[in-house]
């Protein structure tokens, strides 16, 4: 069988839009990489960003327990 001309690839990071759950309207996005996690609000143009290892000790320090 010959060689692929094309290939799908994987998305290297996540977008994910936060709603004001009463209004309905965008308040931010969050980014997830392999390697931070970026967030940016409503009308900012650049991304504010944390490594995983500084959001891990954070929220494990600031956390609670979620169910599910």
Do not use: C, H
């Amino acid at each position: 069988m010959p060689a692929s001309i094309n290939k799908f690839v994987e998305q290297n990071a996540q977008d994910i839009a936060i709603a004001d759950k009463n209004t309905g309207q965008k308040i931010g996005e969050l980014r997830i990489k392999p390697s931070s996690i970026l967030w940016k609000g409503r009308g900012a143009r650049q991304y504010q960003s944390v490594t995983l290892d500084a959001f891990i000790a954070w929220i494990t320090a600031n956390g609670k327990a979620a169910d599910k």
